[in-house]
């Protein structure tokens, strides 16, 4: 059974920093692509950043230079840094671990920016 374990959010000024991580497990972690997905209030779920199983990443233009997606396999997780936070990326952050037609999703950890 898949499982993807999100952490890492919380309550942060505008310009502070996250890590976010996301455990997993039933699955071949290194043969999957990660991604980072958020909701905001009232807006669909959106892509943030993905990592291919190579490590190849690729960022939301409202993100790039500001986030930065890693994994290790070793470990089974995947990671985003995200520094300059700003009260936008205020939202539920989603892992989803993709191969194929195949998608699983964490439960969603909570990301507000506010002062």
């Known amino acids: 059974q898949v499982q993807l374990v999100e952490s890492g959010g919380g309550l942060v000024q505008p310009g502070g920093s996250l890590r976010l991580s996301c455990a997993a497990s039933?699955?071949?972690?290194?043969?999957?692509?990660m991604g980072w997905y958020r909701q905001a209030p009232g807006k669909q779920r959106e892509l943030v950043a993905r990592?291919?199983?190579?490590?190849?990443?690729n960022y939301a233009d409202s993100v790039k230079g500001r986030s930065t997606i890693s994994r290790d396999d070793a470990k089974n997780t995947v990671y985003m840094q995200m520094d300059s936070l700003r009260p936008e990326d205020t939202a539920v952050y989603y892992c989803?671990?993709?191969?194929?037609?195949?998608?699983?999703w964490g439960q969603g950890t909570q990301v507000t920016v506010s002062s």
């Open positions: 039933g699955i071949i972690f290194s043969i999957y692509h």
């Open positions: 989803n671990a993709a191969l194929g037609t195949l998608s699983a």
């Open positions: 990592i291919t199983s190579g490590g190849t990443a």
